[in-house]
């Protein structure tokens, strides 16, 4: 069925976005005898891994734990092939849960929402997309995913660039060849580092423009050994249930250190934190238990990551620009394959534009420090709107007329990352004020797509046309998500977390921290009968 012949269509749900999280909340929603339409911009599922393409593209949650765990039949017959899966892999993954659960019939691809407009008298959300289509649902469930609104940052002169521009993620499907090519690459968050290795095998020059240096620990990905693998399997529910108690929902199988830095002796904190940047990953901010207690107990571990871009950076020059004299895991942590080693090639040179920025494009490359810099193609490694962009992105208008977007001028504002006052039936899945990004998002997303589900057979069974997060209990939510980030070290850099990489973004830490805290506070509110939800 085109979207088109959709139109007039009336549903009892809308899912907004055919990634991991519009997939699941589907497939709940259908088992639960629902009639659920589903919109997506691509061309098929996958959401971010269907974006993200770029060289080099992988997740750094380890792959036995970055998958669904709601069908043990799915979970035992998978078999993946690496620590760290690459993107083409999760992809065929999600294609694969697509066919088995025959979710695809339920969405039209290609077709962006643009506006959803609730009519509290019918209780029904209309929703209207690009191609002209309009449906209408009892429930609006938002999908859209925390990093998919792609953020090139508005450069001066970039339209008289006559090379090729690429954003990490609006990757082309046919993939690039950069071979013989003058490349650059601006952005050095997980992106750019994930990419920079693999342009500069390609390319003839790679030019990296960073304003920030980041932490990076290895990923030491390598292939998933067939044993470890089968161990998991023969008790996959414990390793799920250990996982689901961490406070970012992954990472049970390796130990996470309580004793702090600052008890151990010089000797025995440099073995410890060999022993984790050996293992790889994000394990390595869980060496000491007390990384993220202070600047000061935070800055030992940083110390051993400059002193280890030290080593690995043949030119001492080139290894300063790329220490962090930052906080160690206040922006995201990156783990990487070869991305200091990088920096020893002849072929990559290392711009530094802390202080003055990219001044503009030019026909030929762009400018900056005063430098002209040629190019064939640029390859904006510049990250996301994050979060709140791809729902902003969309006319969302509730009771009385409230729109979204000025209702979260300030910042968002919901209540469990889930709902926001003024929008009844709509849910948002790892929305801001959940642990969303701070968090395995597979693990977030499964949680929100049973609660959700949850939620709409609870009030259909008692007659509840519609939920709406109360004010007073979202209010109270939001100051909830601000403690929990005033406690940490998070507020203390300029991170996408903080919305501190869109210029013009409120300053709002928008994820909530602990995952195990989250569910035990959302399963009470559901327990109480969705208590700060008013029902009508
Ligand atoms: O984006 P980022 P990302 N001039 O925002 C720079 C997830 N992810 O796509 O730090 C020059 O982190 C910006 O500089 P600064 C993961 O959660 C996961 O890399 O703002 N530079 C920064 O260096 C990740 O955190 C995986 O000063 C400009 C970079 O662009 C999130 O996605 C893989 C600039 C953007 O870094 C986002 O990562 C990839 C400007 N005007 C992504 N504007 C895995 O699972 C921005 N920058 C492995």
Partial sequence: MSDRDLSGRKVDAVVVGAGFGGMYMTHLLVQQGLSVQGFERGDDVGGTWYWNRYPGCRCDVESMEYSYKFSDELQQEWEWSERYSPQPEILAYANHVADRFDLRRHFAFQASVISATYDEVDKVWTVDTNTGTQVHARYLIMATGCLSAANIPDFQGLTDFSGQTYHTGAWPKEGVDFTGQRVAVIGTGSSGIQSIPFIAEQAEHLTV???????????????????????IKADYGRFRADAYQQPAAFGAHFPRREDSVLGASPEERDARFEEYWG???????????DIGASPETNKFAADFVRKKIREIVKDPKIADILCPDSIIGCKRLVADSGYFET??????ELVDVSSSPIERFTD??????????EFDAVVFATGFDAMTGALLQIEIEGRDGLSLKDKWSAGPRTFLGLASAGF????????????SVLANMVTGIEQHAEYIADAISWADERGVSSLEAELDAENKWVEVV????????YPQCNSWYLGANVPGKPRVFMPFIGFPDYVAMADKVAA??????SKT
Avoid at 280 to 288: H, K, P, Q
Avoid at 343 to 348: E, M
Avoid at 528 to 533: A, D, K, S, V
Wanted: charged share 15%.
């Fill in 343 to 348: 920096y020893n090639r002849p072929n990559v």
């Fill in 279 to 289: 293992h790889g990953g994000f394990m390595f901010l869980s060496a000491f238990g």
């Fill in 482 to 489: 601000n403690m929990r980030s005033e406690a940490t070290l």
């Fill in 364 to 373: 030929a490359g762009l400018n900056a420090n005063g430098t002209e810099f």
């Fill in 209 to 231: 423009f960073q304003r920030t240096p980041n932490f990076s620990v290895p990923a030491r990905n390598k292939p998933l050994d067939p044993k470890l693998a089968a161990s």
């Fill in 528 to 533: 109480q009968g969705y208590e700060g939800f």
């Fill in 424 to 435: 009844p039936n709509l849910f948002m899945m790892t929305g801001p004020g959940s642990p």
